[in-house]
């Protein structure tokens, strides 16, 4: 009885370092969020890591972000990193007064600044690093606007520096990466899983089936038995 306790707490322990190494990642990535269209685009919970992978569609791209109280409002451009990407992205930063008046905040020069590699390990993709925005703000409404000289080609607009993986979020990161493989990357959706995201899976497969394999086991030769 006591070796097949240690065993099992062996068994657990090793389950469970396993997943830690695999869900680790995760605190490093941007929540994704893929923008479809060209409508102007809800920001929830904007200190929340979120990463909004669209396309200029020969207009600005416009998010909105209303907060009820005082938040960080972080801001970064960045564009996957794809033989013939353009760097010329940039954005303004505004709040919106009660009146309608605007202020800019920042303007994030994508045209002057230096564009940095940056290679992402949780999805295994490599961006350019562009200009980013960073201040404690009063509650309010703000706005950020993306564009280019042409306003068209790919973009990823980061918002917020919070991690909040949850399990559901975990879920929507693993449909939403095939798209964005062969949108952003042009790469095979199946590529969505040869990095961190399929070990995540291999694990928390085998942390879900290997006990119901064992407990059907055990079963199976207790029936035997009587």
């Keep these: 009885m006591k070796k097949r306790s240690s065993k099992s707490r062996s068994f657990k322990t090793l389950l469970l370092v396993c997943l830690l190494l695999a869900v680790g990642p995760t605190a490093l990535a941007h929540l994704p969020r893929l923008v479809t269209g060209d409508q102007a685009?809800?920001?929830?919970?904007?200190?929340?890591?979120?990463?909004?992978?669209?396309?200029?569609?020969?207009n600005p791209a416009v998010y909105e972000i209303r907060a009820p109280g005082e938040f960080l409002l972080y801001v970064n451009l960045l564009v996957p990193d794809v033989p013939g990407i353009a760097t010329d992205i940039s954005a303004r930063v505004i709040r919106v007064g009660e009146d309608g008046g605007e202020t800019i905040l920042s303007f994030l020069d994508g045209e002057n600044s230096r564009w940095e590699p940056f290679f992402e390990p949780f999805a295994g993709d490599r961006y350019l690093i562009g200009p980013e925005f960073e201040r404690t703000v009063l509650s309010g409404h703000y706005r950020i606007e993306v564009f280019n000289p042409q306003n068209t080609g790919k973009y990823v607009l980061a918002v917020g520096k919070?991690?909040?993986?949850?399990?559901?979020?975990?879920?929507?990161?693993?449909?939403?990466?095939?798209?964005?493989?062969?949108?952003?990357?042009?790469?095979?959706?199946?590529?969505?899983?040869?990095?961190?995201?399929?070990?995540?899976?291999?694990?928390?497969?085998?942390?879900?089936?290997?006990?119901?394999?064992?407990?059907?086991?055990k079963a199976s030769r207790m029936r035997r038995r009587g």
């Design 41 to 58: 685009v809800k920001v929830q919970d904007p200190e929340v890591s979120q990463a909004f992978y669209a396309r200029l569609r020969g």
């Design 162 to 217: 919070r991690e909040a993986f949850t399990p559901a979020e975990t879920l929507h990161t693993i449909k939403t990466l095939p798209a964005l493989k062969r949108d952003f990357f042009g790469k095979s959706p199946l590529t969505a899983f040869f990095n961190l995201v399929g070990l995540f899976i291999l694990i928390s497969g085998a942390i879900f089936f290997v006990p119901l394999y064992l407990i059907a086991r």
